[in-house]
T-cell receptor, first 111, second 112 residues
Framework: NAGVTQTPKFRVLKTGQSMTLLCAQDMNHEYMYWYRQDPGMGLRLIHY???????AKGEVPDGYNVSRLKKQNFLLGLESAAPSQTSVYFC??????????FGPGTRLTVL | GEDVEQSLFLSVREGDSSVINCTYTDSSSTYLYWYKQEPGAGLQLLTYIFSNMDMKQDQRLTVLLNKKDKHLSLRIADTQTGDSAIYFC????????????FGTGTRLKVLA
């Protein structure tokens, strides 16, 4: 099992550009989450999904969109990147137990 | 609202015990977690405690839970340089769905 994987690992964007971050899990988990991590602020929930075809807003959803067309994939989109979206993005999934499994992260810089 | 608080930094000498503290707000949390994040990596679950427990021990790790004060602590015995990392506590919110509230993280530095 690969667990939770994220692509890309690093990305640099210019303000106004768009991109999609991909999260994939091979554990057949229903729940998937996108977080951002900023210094001194811990992890903040952007969006989450409780199953294929469903998504919901988290704590800081503005400027992001998500899709869960397949159970194993959870995509995070930035339509028009802003410098405030410079961060490290983590994806996580949860199965029947309450434990979350995290991906290795994507480091995004918006210039 | 929901909030989880931790101190930002802790420095200890190798071989000493480390104690990382956390306070949370949601008294209905059924599980509380400790995660470890090494530089450039994702979060790795270290241990967790069910809300009806006061203490859980797992090798060098001891978790203490004081539900009355909504206080959680992680004690690492015989701290090693490999324990240097950021430690996050988290609580699970289960009303309606499963969401997790993370603390700000405590950066532990172990001095040789």
């Amino acid at each position: 099992n690969a667990g939770v994987t994220q692509t890309p690992k690093f990305r640099v964007l210019k303000t106004g550009q768009s991109m999609t971050l991909l999260c994939a899990q091979d554990m057949n988990h229903e729940y998937m989450y996108w977080y951002r991590q900023d210094p001194g602020m811990g992890l903040r929930l952007i969006h989450y999904s409780v199953g294929e075809g469903t998504t919901a807003k988290g704590e800081v959803p503005d400027g992001y969109n998500v899709s869960r067309l397949k159970k194993q994939n959870f995509l995070l989109g930035l339509e028009s990147a802003a410098p405030s979206q410079t961060s490290v993005y983590f994806c996580a999934s949860k199965g029947q137990r309450t434990q979350q499994f995290f991906g290795p992260g994507t480091r995004l810089t918006v210039l | 609202g929901e909030d989880v608080e931790q101190s930002l930094f802790l420095s200890v000498r190798e071989g000493d015990s480390s104690v990382i503290n956390c306070t949370y707000t949601d008294s209905s949390s059924t599980y509380l977690y400790w995660y470890k994040q090494e530089p450039g990596a994702g979060l790795q679950l270290l241990t967790y405690i069910f809300s009806n427990m006061d203490m859980k021990q797992d090798q060098r790790l001891t978790v203490l839970l004081n539900k009355k004060d909504k206080h959680l602590s992680l004690r690492i015995a015989d701290t090693q340089t490999g324990d240097s990392a950021i430690y996050f506590c988290a609580e699970i919110i289960t009303s309606g769905t499963y969401k997790y509230i993370f603390g700000t993280g405590t950066r532990l530095k172990v001095l040789a």
